[in-house]
């Protein structure tokens, strides 16, 4: 079993929907990041969190320590918004472990 | 700031050829991060440094992966012999590295455009 697990594997939308991608993870952790690589292949950082909730735009990312869970919401979800969705957990000692990613297509 | 530079963006070798990759970190950024990203096994570490020095590398395939941060502002990934297996996007990425006051790294990384390498 992985220490981090995404869920779903792959999702598919229609433009305008509510988006729920989940993160799980079994180890400690100093904090979890949510990266978005998109199909050209960049990766970029949405969210760096240690506890609670966090917003940009119409993106929320929330944690719960105890239940060792992560979710990324995406709300009025457009088109550009299809890309893979990466969760990673931070070790105490600063090391990241990868989920194996989201694939997010949404639709017009 | 320019971000994570890397380079080359693209490399074309044959097996058994050295390859030699390069990262630049963004200025004041104090780790240092190679991962490996393929189809089968997605994003993998291969080594982190923290001040110009290895943390851990225990995600470095094997001995022809060696990888060398000589100053604040320099790392490279030298794969010698390479073989096709190695064919991946290498990317570098780097983070101010502080931790906060209950010992949390409080800070996000940042990804160079990574480079695309392909053994023949």
């Known amino acids: 079993k992985n220490e981090v697990e995404q869920s779903p594997q792959n999702l598919t939308a229609q433009e305008g929907e509510f988006i729920t991608i989940n993160c799980s993870y079994s180890?400690?952790?100093?904090?979890l990041h949510w990266l978005q690589q998109h199909p050209g292949g960049g990766i970029v950082s949405l969210f760096m969190?240690?506890?609670g909730k966090k917003k940009h735009g119409r993106l929320i990312a929330t944690i719960n320590i105890q239940e060792k869970h992560s979710s990324l919401h995406i709300t009025a979800s457009h088109p550009r918004d299809s890309a893979v969705y990466i969760c990673?957990?931070?070790?105490?000692?600063?090391?990241?472990?990868f989920g194996d990613g989201t694939t997010l297509t949404v639709k017009p | 700031d320019a971000g994570v530079i890397q380079s080359p963006r693209h490399e074309v070798t044959e097996m058994g050829q050295e390859v030699t990759l390069r990262c630049k970190p963004i200025?004041?950024?104090?780790?240092l991060f190679w991962y490996r990203q393929t189809m089968m096994r997605g994003l993998e570490l291969l080594i982190y440094?923290?001040?110009?020095?290895?943390?851990?590398d225990s995600g470095m395939p094997e001995d022809r992966f060696s990888a060398k941060m000589p100053n604040a502002s320099f790392s490279t990934l030298k794969i010698q012999p390479s073989e096709p297996r190695d064919s991946a996007v290498y990317f570098c990425?780097?983070?101010?590295?502080?931790?906060?006051?209950?010992?949390?790294?409080?800070?996000?990384?940042?990804f160079g455009p990574g480079t695309r390498l392909t053994v023949l």
């Open positions: 990425a780097s983070r101010r590295g502080q931790q906060g006051q209950l010992m949390r790294w409080n800070n996000e990384q940042f």
């Open positions: 180890v400690g952790i100093s904090a």
């Open positions: 969190l240690s506890s």
């Open positions: 990673a957990v931070i070790g105490y000692a600063g090391k990241s472990t």
């Open positions: 200025s004041g950024h104090n780790s």
């Open positions: 440094f923290n001040n110009n020095v290895p943390i851990d």
